[in-house]
C-alpha cells in the first residue's frame, strides 16, 4: 500500500505546491507594480503548469521517458475528451473564433511537430531515439511565438484571455513579504516532494503489476494533475459560467508540448516510449475532431451530444491503454 500512498500524497503535493507558488507569485508581482494581465499571462499560467513540469524533469532526469511522455499525452486527452466533454455535456459551450481559427490549428501543429520530431529516429542510422536538446529549443521557439500571440490578443482586447482554465480573472490576494516567502518556499518544496513521490510510486506500481510506466502516468498521473481543471470546469458549468473553457483547454495542451516538453528535453534528453507514434496519431485526431466538430450542427459551439462523444472517446482511450499493457 505504501506506493499507493506515495503516488496519493505526490498529486496531492504538486497540486497545493501550485497552488501556494501561484498565489505567493502573483501577490509578489502584484507589490512590484505588475499589471493584473501579465501576472495571468505568466504566474498563473506558468504556475499551473507546474505539476506536469516537476513530474517531467524528475522523470526524464531518472530515465523514465515513458513517465514524462505519457503525463503531457495523457493529459492532453484528458483535458479534450474528459474535461472539454464533460464540460459540454452539461452546458453547450461557446468557442471564439480565434480559438477555432488559431487556437486549435496551433495545438494541431504542437502534436505534428511532436510527431515529426519522434518519427526521425525511424530514418537515423544512429537510431538515437529520444526528444533531443536541440528539438527542445525548437519546441520553446514555437512556444515563445504562441505566448507572443496571446500576449498581442490580451492586449487588444484589454481583458485577461486565459490560458488555463485555474487562470480566471480573479482578485490576487495580497499578503504580507513573510507570507509570500512562505508560499513560495512551501509550493516549491511541495511541488519537488510531490514530483518526487509521484514518479517513484508509479514506477513501482508499474513494475508491481508488470505495466508501463506510460500507462499509469497516462491514466492516473495524468487525472490526477488535471483534477484542478476539471473540478473547475465542471463547477462553472453546473452554474452557467463557463467563460473561454475551450481556448482554456487548448492553450494548456500548448503549454504542455511547446513549454514542457521543450524545456525538460533541453534540461536532459527524453527516451521516446515504444508506442508514442500511434498515440500522438490518436491526440491528432482527437484535435482535429474538436476543430470539426466548430462547423457540425451550430457553429462555434461545443453540444451536449459532442461532449458525450468525446467522454465516450476517453473511456475508449483508457480501455485500448489498459489492454495495450
Do not use: C
Not at 14 to 30: H, T
Not at 262 to 269: A, F, V
Amino acid at each position: 500500500m505504501i506506493e499507493y500512498i506515495l503516488l496519493a500524497f505526490g498529486i496531492a503535493f504538486l497540486i497545493k505546491g501550485a497552488d501556494f507558488l501561484v498565489e505567493g507569485s502573483s501577490s509578489l508581482a502584484k507589490k512590484l507594480g505588475i499589471s493584473s494581465l501579465v501576472i495571468g499571462l505568466t504566474v498563473m499560467a506558468f504556475g499551473t503548469s507546474m505539476p506536469e513540469l516537476v513530474v517531467n524533469v524528475i522523470s526524464a532526469i531518472n530515465g523514465t521517458g515513458d513517465i514524462a511522455f505519457g503525463n503531457i499525452l495523457g493529459s492532453n486527452m484528458a483535458n479534450i475528451l474528459l474535461i472539454l466533454g464533460l464540460t459540454a455535456f452539461i452546458t453547450t459551450l461557446d468557442v471564439q473564433y480565434s480559438t477555432t481559427w488559431k487556437e486549435i490549428p496551433f495545438s494541431f501543429l504542437a502534436i505534428l511537430v511532436l510527431l515529426v520530431f519522434s518519427s526521425i529516429f525511424l530514418l537515423d542510422d544512429l537510431n538515437i531515439n529520444s526528444l533531443l536538446r536541440m528539438e527542445g529549443i525548437i519546441l520553446i521557439l514555437f512556444f515563445a511565438v504562441f505566448l507572443y500571440y496571446v500576449f498581442e490578443s490580451a492586449r487588444k482586447s484589454k481583458k485577461l484571455n486565459n490560458i488555463k482554465p485555474n487562470t480566471k480573472k480573479t482578485k490576487i490576494k495580497m499578503y504580507s513579504n513573510p507570507v509570500i516567502f512562505l508560499l513560495i518556499l512551501g509550493g516549491s518544496i511541495g511541488l519537488y516532494l510531490g514530483g518526487k513521490w509521484t514518479v517513484e510510486g508509479a514506477v513501482t506500481i508499474a513494475q508491481g503489476f508488470g505495466l508501463s510506466e506510460f500507462l499509469i502516468s497516462a491514466t492516473v498521473i495524468a487525472i490526477g494533475t488535471s483534477l484542478p481543471e476539471l473540478i473547475t470546469s465542471v463547477t462553472a458549468a453546473m452554474r452557467k459560467n463557463v467563460d473561454l473553457a475551450v481556448g482554456n483547454i487548448v492553450g494548456s495542451n500548448i503549454f504542455n508540448i511547446f513549454w514542457v516538453l521543450g524545456l525538460t528535453s533541453i534540461i536532459t534528453p527524453i527516451p521516446f516510449p515504444q508506442f508514442i507514434i500511434s498515440d500522438l496519431l490518436i491526440l491528432l485526431f482527437v484535435t482535429f475532431l474538436l476543430f470539426i466538430f466548430m462547423f457540425i450542427g451550430r457553429k462555434h459551439q461545443l453540444e451536449k451530444w459532442q461532449g458525450g462523444l468525446f467522454v465516450i472517446l476517453y473511456v475508449a482511450y483508457i480501455a485500448f491503454l489498459i489492454i495495450r499493457g
